[in-house]
């Protein structure tokens, strides 16, 4: 069925480290998301990224569509880095509905 | 920054109790979203609506939930009899297709 997936399920890092996250899925996208969800429980949106590249600051997202996964960059990362990512795609078809992997919980530690 | 907006930020409510949860999505989105998030899980869907009318909803989204578009600028989630599973962090969202927008969210107790 249907999938996204998401690598590593948590990952600890030192303050000033990178890293990398990835979101595997399992077919053609419309639309594809990278969100932060801050202590408080909201989604910040970091990424609207069905294909290509872009930066933002110190984060950066790839989606390679016909390879079918994403990759998010986190550079030099910082304590309020943590939290959990989530990405979430959009299937063809799907009236629009964004389906989440699990996520992957970041801790930076200082 | 145009944003999507939730009211309440907190509801508890008791088993049996019918709740209604408010969004103001971003005011020239045509596309209308509800998702949960049961503590410690993924976000899941639940419904998504366009043109008045339910364009496609979860296998959640049973006859206990409702949603309505009750004036130009509300859209709102209906639980008719809520249960201790129903407590759960739900958001509201709206894009015109592309990027969708979420709210801050409602997180509902239900005891």
């Known amino acids: 069925g249907i999938q996204v997936e998401q690598s590593p399920p948590d990952l600890i890092l030192q303050e000033g480290a990178n890293s990398t996250l990835r979101c595997n899925f399992s077919?053609?996208?419309?639309?594809l998301q990278w969100f932060h969800q801050n202590p408080w429980g909201q989604l910040i949106n970091l990424f609207y990224?069905?294909?290509g590249t872009k930066q933002n600051g110190r984060l950066s997202a790839t989606t390679v569509a016909t390879e079918r996964y994403s990759l998010l960059y986190i550079s030099s990362s910082q304590t309020t880095d943590s939290g959990v990512y989530f990405c979430?795609?959009?299937?063809?078809?799907?009236?629009?509905?964004?389906?989440f992997g699990q996520g992957t919980e970041l801790s930076v530690k200082p | 920054e145009p944003e999507v907006t939730q009211t309440p930020s907190h509801q508890v409510t008791q088993m049996g109790q019918e709740v209604i949860l408010r969004c103001v999505p971003i005011?020239?989105?045509?596309?209308f979203y509800w998702y949960r998030q049961i503590l410690g899980q993924k976000v899941e869907f639940l419904v998504s609506?366009?043109?008045?009318?339910?364009?496609?909803k979860s296998e959640i989204f049973d006859d206990q939930f409702s949603v309505e578009r009750p004036d130009g600028s509300n859209f709102t989630l209906k639980i008719r009899s809520t249960k201790l599973e129903d407590s759960a962090m739900y958001f509201c969202?709206?894009?015109?297709?592309?990027?969708?927008?979420f709210g801050p969210g409602t997180r509902l107790t239900v005891t």
């Open positions: 969202a709206s894009s015109n297709l592309g990027e969708q927008y």
């Open positions: 077919d053609s996208v419309n639309n």
């Open positions: 990224i069905p294909s």
């Open positions: 979430a795609a959009e299937y063809y078809n799907q009236g629009g509905k964004l389906i």
């Open positions: 005011s020239n989105h045509l596309y």
């Open positions: 609506f366009y043109n008045n009318e339910i364009s496609e």
